[in-house]
């Protein structure tokens, strides 16, 4: 199987059969596109008076808009399904605020894959839109089985209901990674590691068969933070339920394998409902027969706004995504390729008032990271005030790019800091002699080909790469300790790599204060003084990608699913290793999380 990795024959045929596959489908998906728009069909439902805006809170929910394109594990598992993304649901919701068509919200509940801080950024826009509509407008959630993640954003609804043969599955937070040290010396992979930062656990997956003492510190204190928050908030939006009533019903009674009628009398939910009942009691909300029940999407709302898209207007406030990890030249991460030039051209701007820069990111490229921040330098150096909104994460690199900010906000679940460095440096020696293959160099000087894919560096060797790290790891130190004004001391005693949850975060000067992105783009409204007069526009702008036409075109994701059959494991694995061998040698970012509703 590993020869597909020394020699990409089969792969490269795998690789093109599949691409053939999915041209001839987006072909089929373009015509039945054209043939569906001049036929005038559509089976989305549109905005009228009486409609309910439902949001599907079941698989994953995006931190922005990208264009859609599947990766290898996608294709091999035939799912093509571009996730929900959080500006969407949060702008249809404010929309649903003032659109008099809009009676109520309704939360259709399943099992969430999304991160805690953007659960928690959604669940905070519900609270708001109770809040502006004064209750008049109800929000109803339903599931035939809730999961912690989904069970967290519902319980601000004003009814819950749950399937009477469903499940209320609250397990709390834990937290996984996968260990590769075996399957690496399977093949004959080594890894030498320079690396600063006793907490700076993203190597140890290929060193490894287990966590560090260090690294289960670290995680336990995080997950403890962040479930503190999540339970107590939950608490606090049902009557009746403390925070230990909670954790009892985890731990204690199993309410996850318990009889649904525990979830009622823990007063979790209201009533036992199918959802044939529920939606009769929406029906009564909107005034209609079941059979006349307009349920929106988020799509159908927020296709009547504008929001993020003023780029030729003045007073501007630039809202910039750095979303995903960062990387040199890939598109599906953070580009500092293509992004470096839209910070400079904002910078350079006059209508551009003030920058947001919204980070999501585990880190990545030193380079990159680096290149990133002299950009954001060059904004801050005009005198416009330039902010940092937090996501899910912004740590290591993601932190390395926000340290300058003049005022960062943070969601509470936020993770951040993972202030550190390491080189990861495989040698596949081994592996080319289990298939009889030597590879020999020869070169003018003794260290030309250092370093190498296919020897083992001596200590020499190791020693400047650990010089390398460190010289990288003072440079960060010192971005932190100038951009958030503390001695680099203190900054040394809170890096070594350890990550933060943000109330720890605010502790210890890495972050300013608990916020949202609208927190932020308000702050910089009022530094810039524009008032409440001012225009957005969100960057990179958004470019659809040909899987987006083939969605738009009326091609399903089961449809996509059966154009694909194979389900090779081996390619899989081959692709795991690439995966892990092709990133930049030098990195700032956190270990690859797993995290459990």
Not at 122 to 147: C, P, V, W
Not at 195 to 207: D, F, H, I, N, Q
Request: aromatic fraction near 10%; charge should be negative.
């Amino acid at each position: 199987m590993f020869k597909r990795f020394l020699f990409n024959t089969l792969s490269s045929f795998t690789g093109a059969t599949v691409a053939l596959v999915i041209a001839g489908v987006a072909a089929a998906a373009i015509i039945g596109g054209a043939i569906s728009s001049f036929s005038g069909d559509s089976t989305q439902p549109e905005v009228k008076r009486g409609s309910i805006l439902t949001i599907d809170l079941n698989g994953d929910i995006a931190e922005c808009e990208k264009a859609f394109s599947p990766d290898l594990s996608m294709l091999m598992q035939g799912k093509f399904e571009s996730p929900q993304n959080l500006p969407t649901l949060v702008n249809a919701l404010r929309e649903a605020v003032d659109n008099k068509d809009i009676v109520a919200v309704y939360l259709k509940c399943g099992y969430l894959s999304a991160e805690p801080a953007t659960l928690d950024a959604l669940r905070h826009e519900l609270i708001r839109f109770k809040e502006k509509t004064g209750g008049k407008k109800k929000i109803i959630a339903y599931a035939d089985s809730y999961h912690t993640g989904s069970y967290f954003v519902a319980s601000v609804a004003d009814s819950i209901y749950l399937n009477p043969a469903g499940s209320m599955s609250l397990h709390g937070l834990s937290f996984g990674k996968f260990f590769y040290k075996e399957l690496l010396d399977r093949f004959g992979v080594e890894f030498q590691v320079a690396k600063v930062g006793t907490y700076k656990s993203a190597v140890e997956p290929y060193l490894m068969q287990e966590m560090s003492e260090p690294a289960r510190a670290q995680e336990d204190s995080l997950l403890s933070n962040q479930w503190a928050y999540i339970r107590d908030n939950i608490a606090t939006a049902r009557k009746g339920v403390s925070p230990a009533d909670i954790d009892s019903l985890i731990s204690g009674r199993h309410i996850s394998y318990a009889e649904t009628g525990l979830a009622v009398k823990s007063h979790l939910v209201d009533e036992l409902l199918y959802e044939r009942a529920v939606k009769t009691r929406l029906a009564g909300i909107a005034g209609c027969e079941v059979e006349k029940l307009n349920l929106v999407g988020p799509g159908a709302v927020t296709s009547r706004t504008t929001f993020g898209d003023a780029y030729d207007a003045k007073n501007r406030i630039a809202v910039v995504y750095a979303y995903g990890e960062i990387a040199d030249g890939d598109d599906n991460e953070v580009n500092y390729e293509k992004l470096v030039p839209v910070i400079t051209d904002l910078a350079d701007d006059d209508d551009v008032k003030g920058l947001v820069l919204r980070v999501n990111s585990p880190g990545g490229s030193v380079y990159g990271s680096d290149q990133i921040g002299e950009a954001l330098d060059y904004f801050k150096s005009t005198g416009k005030p330039f902010v940092v909104s937090m996501g899910d994460f912004a740590a290591s690199g993601g932190y390395w790019i926000s340290a300058t900010a003049d005022r960062i906000f943070a969601d509470p679940l936020t993770i951040t800091g993972s202030i550190g460095i390491f080189g990861l440096f495989p040698n596949v020696k081994g592996s080319l002699e289990k298939f009889g293959v030597n590879f020999q160099m020869v070169g003018t000087n003794s260290d030309a080909d250092f370093p190498t894919l296919f020897t083992s560096m001596d200590e020499s060797q190791m020693a400047v790469m650990q010089a390398y790290v460190e010289r990288g790891y003072d440079q960060f130190i010192t971005r932190v300790a100038k951009g958030r004004r503390l001695p680099e001391e203190k900054v040394r005693a809170i890096a070594e790599g350890r990550v933060w949850d943000a109330r720890s975060a605010i502790r210890i000067g890495l972050v300013d204060q608990l916020g949202h992105l609208q927190d932020a783009i308000d702050y910089v409204a009022e530094k810039a003084m524009t008032g409440k007069d001012y225009n957005l526009a969100v960057y990179p702008k958004f470019e659809p990608s040909l899987m987006d036409m083939m969605m738009a075109g009326g091609v399903s994701a089961a449809e996509l699913g059966n154009a694909v059959k194979c389900r090779d494991q081996e390619v899989l694995t081959v692709y795991m290793i690439n995966r892990i061998l092709s990133r930049s040698p030098v990195q700032s970012r956190i270990c690859d999380y797993y995290v459990r509703w």
